[in-house]
């Protein structure tokens, strides 16, 4: 995590990004602006956060680690949103891992210094409540879609979602239990992507060669 000093790309961003406009108290001593590379854990699984971070630019997975070492995705999170939200209304007490895909610049709120203002705060709390039933919606959504869709719609999507710079590197096991498949169907709609000049396979992951094909496929689900 870097933390960004430079007063003008602070200002520029309080500007793009006005979070003041969510409380009804004066937020901006309370927060810093800060940097997660691609691949760097913004939380931890099983810490108790110590910020409140507000996702303003990239995107990020969500996941946890099972007793046995299995890893499940629980969802992906994009700007603009809360990171550690749960948490600081007591949903739950430890936080799950959260990793940046893409580079991501967030607002990083000192929960330890202003608890009490922002659970006070009726402004705050409204918007939050929003921001979640939002949230809900949308998980509602991607589950239903994930019930209705062929693979090759949904692993499109998926694909694009998780892809960072035209290249794709999520592991096969995390894919095919997110998106309810088995791996050898996975595997085998890849290879068809590959077949049909779509994907190519690299040692890394897979780059993408038809950007145009995935973006029809994906939008047939949201018709």
Do not use: W
């Not at 995705?73 to 990171?83: D, L, T």
């Not at 068809?192 to 994907?199: Q, S």
């Amino acid at each position: 995590m870097q933390i960004i000093q430079d007063p003008t790309v602070i200002s520029t961003y309080i500007n793009k990004f006005p979070i003041n406009n969510i409380f009804d108290f004066d937020i901006l001593p309370y927060i810093h602006l800060v940097q997660f590379n691609m691949g760097e854990f913004i939380m931890n699984e099983g810490s108790t956060p110590e910020q409140l971070y507000y996702l303003i630019e990239g995107k990020a997975k969500l996941y946890l680690t099972h007793k046995n070492g299995k890893v499940s995705i629980i969802n992906f999170i994009e700007s603009p949103c809360f990171i550690g939200e749960m948490e600081l209304i007591r949903s739950q007490t430890e936080s799950n891992s959260v990793q940046a895909l893409t580079i991501c610049n967030c607002f990083a709120i000192s929960v330890i210094n202003c608890r009490d203002k922002l659970l006070n705060d009726i402004k705050f709390l409204k918007y939050l409540c929003v921001f979640l039933g939002k949230k809900a919606i949308t998980n509602t959504n991607n589950y239903t879609k994930n019930q209705s869709y062929p693979l090759e719609n949904r692993l499109a999507a998926f694909i694009l979602l998780t892809s960072n710079k035209l290249l794709y590197t999520e592991k096969h096991t995390e894919a095919s239990e997110f998106l309810g498949v088995s791996y050898r169907h996975l595997l085998y709609v890849l290879a068809d992507f590959c077949k049909r000049g779509i994907l190519h396979k690299e040692d890394c992951g897979y780059r993408i060669m038809d950007l145009n094909s995935l973006n029809k496929l994906v939008k047939k689900m949201n018709i």
